[in-house]
């Protein structure tokens, strides 16, 4: 089974600390993806990696960075954490080649105080 | 630009009736794939079903069906013999075929109560 992990599931920091989320992948996916999910908004794509070292942007990336350093493990950055980034963020990944399902980690559900 | 849209907030169903859950979407690429997946109170997103834009059959796995509708962009859910462990969020998601990087863009989501 595919298995995707969060480093948090639960995560409360003040504004303007920096804020670390990891994700790690055991089905050797090249992709992998973060969104943050708002009620009424969905999910929105935040960045999303397709090869180590490799990202793009998303939807909304103001406010983030990421690191993909190794294959299994792509981290979210928020610089300098503020209210607005109070959400329910997800990590998912999936293979390469024709269109593939995503597979999504537990979320980690910050909050900044 | 592409869309996915959920127009149904939320939705009630007695337990072992069947339900259908809309989703329209836009786009103007040929080839596409339609995702459903299901979002718990525990937050982790499960995959329920796909449907191809080239597939003539609509898509079933198990109790969950897809209700294509290529001309009118719609792309349905239906749950049949509804349980209550249905009672979840449900995301219709859109993605395209030939780029490497399979991104998806999804709905905001249908709040689905099974009823006893």
């Known amino acids: 089974d595919v298995k995707v992990t969060q480093s948090s599931r639960y995560l409360v920091k003040r504004t303007g600390e920096k804020v670390f989320l990891e994700c790690v992948q055991d089905?050797?996916?090249?992709?992998m993806f973060w969104y943050r999910q708002d009620p009424g908004l969905g999910l929105r794509l935040i960045y999303f990696?397709?090869?180590?070292?490799?990202?793009e942007k998303g939807d909304i990336p103001e406010g983030y960075s990421v690191s993909r350093e190794k294959k299994e493990r792509f981290s979210l950055i928020l610089e300098s954490a503020s209210t607005n980034q109070t959400s329910m963020y997800l990590c998912?990944?999936?293979?390469?080649?024709?269109?593939?399902?995503?597979?999504f980690g537990p979320g980690t559900r910050l909050t900044v105080t | 630009a592409q869309k996915i849209t959920q127009t149904q907030p939320g939705m009630f169903v007695q337990e072992k009736e069947a339900v259908t859950l809309d989703c329209t979407y836009d786009?103007?690429?040929?080839?596409?794939?339609l995702f459903w997946y299901k979002q718990p109170s525990s937050g982790e997103m499960i995959f329920l079903i796909y449907?191809?834009?080239?597939?003539?059959q609509n898509a079933t796995e198990g109790r969950y069906s897809l209700n294509f509708q290529k001309a009118r962009k719609s792309a349905n859910l239906v749950i049949s013999a509804s349980q209550l462990g249905d009672s979840a969020m449900y995301f219709c998601?859109?993605?395209?075929?030939?780029?490497?990087?399979?991104?998806?863009?999804f709905g905001t989501g249908t709040l689905l109560a099974v009823q006893p």
């Open positions: 998912a990944s999936s293979a390469h080649g024709d269109l593939a399902e995503q597979y």
């Open positions: 089905m050797d996916h090249e992709n």
């Open positions: 990696s397709y090869d180590v070292k490799m990202k």
């Open positions: 786009t103007s690429d040929q080839s596409y794939g």
């Open positions: 449907q191809g834009s080239y597939d003539e």
């Open positions: 998601a859109m993605g395209n075929y030939g780029g490497a990087t399979n991104k998806l863009i």
